[in-house]
């Protein structure tokens, strides 16, 4: 499975930002898909997921009511609508296609990783 993320930039504090993933190759074995970020100096950070085939969606608490996660498995992609943007929201943000069950917020659930995109909010 390859994946490619996209949407991320430069806003200022309290903006949006929609960020796209569109995954390719063996997507019809994925079980679900996450969105990560990674800031310097820290671990990688679960988001949110959602499940594949299905409709569940899970969120950190850090970004609960402010982050919704959606995905079209028939068009292959998934994307993170970012609302109310904070400078600390600034870190490399990725996607990741997990094949198989496993902790969700885990990074090591996920066996694909995108590229990622940069995300820096200004003050």
């Known amino acids: 499975v390859q994946l490619q993320a996209s949407g991320g930039g430069l806003v200022q504090a309290g903006d949006s930002l929609r960020l796209s993933c569109a995954a390719s190759?063996?997507?019809?074995?994925?079980?679900?898909m996450g969105w990560f970020r990674q800031a310097p100096g820290k671990e990688r950070e679960f988001l949110a997921a959602?499940?594949?085939?299905?409709?569940?969606?899970y969120y950190a608490d850090s970004v609960k009511g402010r982050f919704t996660m959606s995905g079209d498995n028939a068009k292959n992609t998934v994307s993170l609508q970012m609302n109310t943007l904070k400078p600390e929201d600034t870190a490399v943000y990725y996607c990741?296609?997990?094949?198989?069950?496993?902790?969700?917020?885990?990074?090591?659930?996920?066996?694909?990783w995108g590229q990622g995109t940069q995300v820096t909010v200004s003050s």
């Open positions: 990741a296609a997990g094949m198989r069950g496993g902790v969700v917020t885990s990074p090591r659930s996920y066996d694909y």
């Open positions: 959602i499940s594949w085939f299905g409709s569940s969606t």
């Open positions: 190759g063996r997507t019809f074995s994925v079980y679900r």
